[in-house]
């Protein structure tokens, strides 16, 4: 993007997914921008906007979009395919009234960096005669599966036990993104996935939140077939190089966060916590989250465990109370601060792609339970490729068992805990 971060006068409007892990990396590369010299604005929903009344931002302006369901957000859709549409129509409008809007003030945008899964976004840009942006939250390597699966239909359906694509170590079914591996599953959710590939070749950069030397060679791959450049890791400054005064958390947190956690962080000897969460979407089963349960409490580790107001009735009736010598169970924490505590001793992760570059970056060794989307194939990486972690395995039965989480606390806490530190902190940012 060099032609335009050096223009003096440019202007970036951002258009992030309006879910937290769509926003977050978007707002920080925002910031890199300003940091940099260029104007940033970013745009959340009204819905967004008045549910958490957002503090302004030191370093961007923070400007409101319709999605059409400004009272209720998605939750007001009657179903997935029911909001992108809407969004589309509703969204379109809305963005190019912001660009106009500018214009009057002679404060032009001059490029709009879009999510994928808004690809119309792009077609508003290219209709005002602006620079497009695709800005791809997830890991190069899935995106390069969904690239093929959607321009060459190279996977689509799996048909063999091992799938071999150049760049790429061999990957089980099982490792693929759940849309290629089971997309009868996610009918909705496929066609969102597939149609960020829609108008791509008309982006004119492509950014992908990765680090280069995490993906070297499936970055290389990708790069023939489009403009692709790394910009990751999308982490506040503080965590990373510390050259943006007081970048220190993302902001626009959609959650509630208990002050006590740090304290209670504090209280505990250096590598001895388990740190549990499954991000802000995933959702375990009421057997998953028991069998979970009981797994850390077996452990006999220190556990703080992130389980959302919406998950609470899945635990073990009184499980909170039984185990609160050892563990501390609450509704959302300080992701970042919580990582960078002496006190963690592993991360025990869906594996998205945001929750595993913060460990990277922390040099937390992590220990993954995969649910679906992107999180089968980072699981593998983190397990085959970096090393720096391990991946609970599915019983025969299907799901998985208390055991085999016993099993994996103990060899990434105990048998394995000074290689896997050494090869995180080797591997660390």
């Not at 008045?50 to 009272?71: A, E, W």
């Not at 959609?254 to 499954?278: D, G, R």
């Not at 990277?360 to 999180?375: K, R």
Request: charged share 20%.
């Amino acid at each position: 993007m060099e032609n335009i971060t050096n223009n003096p006068r440019a202007h970036i409007l951002a258009l992030p997914y309006p879910i937290q892990g769509h926003i977050s990396p978007v707002l920080q590369f925002c910031r890199r921008l300003v940091s940099k010299g260029v104007k940033a604005s970013l745009a959340i929903t009204k819905h967004i906007s008045t549910t958490i009344n957002p503090k302004p931002d030191s370093y961007i302006s923070l400007v409101t979009i319709s999605d059409g369901y400004d009272d209720s957000g998605i939750a007001g859709a009657e179903s997935a395919a029911d909001y992108f549409a809407r969004f589309e129509i509703v969204g379109s409008q809305a963005l190019g009234d912001l660009i106009e809007e500018n214009v009057s003030k002679h404060d032009h945008i001059t490029c709009i960096v879009y999510d994928p899964f808004l690809p119309w976004g792009l077609n508003v840009a290219k209709k005002y005669g602006l620079f497009g942006a695709a800005f791809f939250t997830q890991p190069c390597g899935v995106n390069y599966i969904y690239y093929l699966t959607y321009h060459r239909k190279l996977l689509m359906p799996v048909s063999s036990p091992m799938v071999h694509i150049p760049g790429l170590p061999p990957l089980k079914v099982g490792d693929l993104p759940s849309f290629v591996s089971s997309p009868g599953s996610y009918p909705a959710f496929i066609e969102m996935v597939l149609n960020q590939y829609l108008n791509l070749d008309e982006a004119d950069f492509v950014l992908v939140n990765t680090i280069y030397d995490l993906e070297e060679e499936i970055v290389d791959v990708m790069s023939k077939e489009c403009p692709l450049l790394t910009i990751g890791p999308t982490v506040p400054s503080f965590y990373v190089d510390n050259r943006i005064p007081h970048d220190r958390e993302y902001g626009l947190s959609l959650y509630h966060i208990n002050p006590n956690i740090i304290n209670w962080l504090s209280t505990k000897p250096p590598k001895s916590v388990i740190y549990v969460s499954f991000g802000s979407v995933a959702s375990l089963t009421k057997t998953e989250t028991e069998e979970l349960a009981w797994g850390l409490k077996q452990s006999e580790h220190h556990f703080l465990w992130v389980v959302r107001a919406s998950e609470e009735g899945k635990l073990p009736k009184g499980f909170a109370g039984e185990v609160a010598a050892k563990g501390l169970i609450v509704r959302w924490c300080p992701q970042l601060e919580v990582l960078s505590s002496e006190a963690i001793g592993c991360f025990f992760t869906h594996c998205g792609w945001n929750s595993t570059l913060e460990a990277l970056v922390m040099g937390v060794p992590l220990i993954g339970m995969p649910q679906w989307t992107d999180q089968p194939m980072v699981s593998k990486f983190v397990e085959d490729v970096w090393k720096v972690g391990v991946r609970v395995k599915v019983s025969k039965e299907g799901g998985v068992r208390r055991e085999e989480i016993v099993e994996r606390i103990i060899e990434v806490m105990e048998e394995k805990k000074v290689e896997l530190l050494k090869m995180v902190r080797n591997g660390s940012i």
